[in-house]
């Protein structure tokens, strides 16, 4: 964009703030960053947020902090990157990012999911940031193990490493489908030494669920995975009740005194 279209586009402040953002790099800026980069008034700085928000430069993500979207990504702004997100709203570390984002993250399936799924023990409420929806979901705080950082641009964020994410596959597997594909997956990370089996049925065992723990075991079983590797999973399910091994409301199928399962149909 030439020096002309760009003052037609833009004020003479507007240009100041956009030509600081991009000296800096930055993705994410805050009101307090903008007071002590700018020194604007609070009724002028109000303006100028008001305006490059109307030209999609800037972006809400919440209340004082905003993503930015450089001249260059056109009209319609770049897209966010949906990463950096969670740190905005749990400052505190107390989250994971979780569910449909890590299988596609690690590639146990191909569906691209418009929904980021922040596990965590403060929050459950939805958001939508341009196309994308942000479905926090609260968590009681035993859940959170198994995680690991990643680095995106230059902010750290919280993942659940792989084997904790095919534990939370079966619990939940609607996004790939249902449980049926959950078993097909973990089978072939298992069969082509894709996960680490032994930190895996640690998780599991940790897992409150017991209907979720069961299915794992007896995946796990599937594969080939003797009684000796599995012994930890299977006393963690001893003298349990009796599930369906697929959500159903009927109980009839071959019963797995080992594994305490209906074997119905998927």
């Known amino acids: 964009m030439n020096n002309n279209t760009t003052e037609k586009y833009l004020g003479p402040k507007e240009t100041q703030v956009i030509a600081r953002l991009s000296y800096e790099k930055v993705s994410l800026i805050t009101k ?3 007071d002590n980069w700018f020194k604007f008034k609070p009724a002028l700085r109000k303006q100028i947020i008001f305006r490059l928000k109307k030209k ?4 809400a993500i919440k209340r004082g902090i905003y993503f ?3 001249l260059e990504s056109g009209p319609a702004g770049s897209s966010i990157n949906e ?4 740190p905005v709203f749990f400052p505190e570390g107390n989250y994971y990012i979780g569910y449909s984002t890590m299988y596609d993250y690690y590639g146990f399936t191909d569906q691209i999911f418009q929904t980021m799924y922040i596990l965590n023990t403060s929050l459950q409420r ?17 859940r ?3 995680l690991g950082k990643i680095r995106i641009k230059d902010t750290e964020v919280i993942v659940s490493d792989k084997e904790r994410t095919l534990v939370d596959l079966f619990y939940f597997s609607g996004p790939v489908g249902g449980l049926k594909k959950a ?4 089978k072939e990370q298992v069969e082509s030494r894709k996960v680490d089996v032994g930190k895996l049925i640690k998780y599991a065992v940790k897992f409150p669920n017991v209907s979720t ?3 794992i075991g007896f995946a796990l079983e599937q594969a080939d995975l003797s009684d000796e590797v599995l012994g930890p999973l299977l006393k963690s399910v001893k003298k349990t009740s009796l599930v369906t091994l697929y959500p159903s409301k009927s109980r009839k199928g071959k019963i797995n005194r080992k594994w305490m399962v209906i074997e119905n149909a998927a």
């Open 32 to 34: 307090e960053q903008f």
């Open 56 to 59: 999609n430069i800037l972006t």
């Open 68 to 70: 930015y979207s450089p």
């Open 83 to 86: 990463f950096l997100v969670p």
């Open 126 to 142: 939805e958001k939508t940031i341009g196309s994308l929806r942000f479905k926090m979901v609260k968590i009681p705080s035993r």
């Open 144 to 146: 959170m193990y198994g």
């Open 183 to 186: 078993f097909d997956i973990l």
């Open 213 to 215: 723990r069961k299915s």
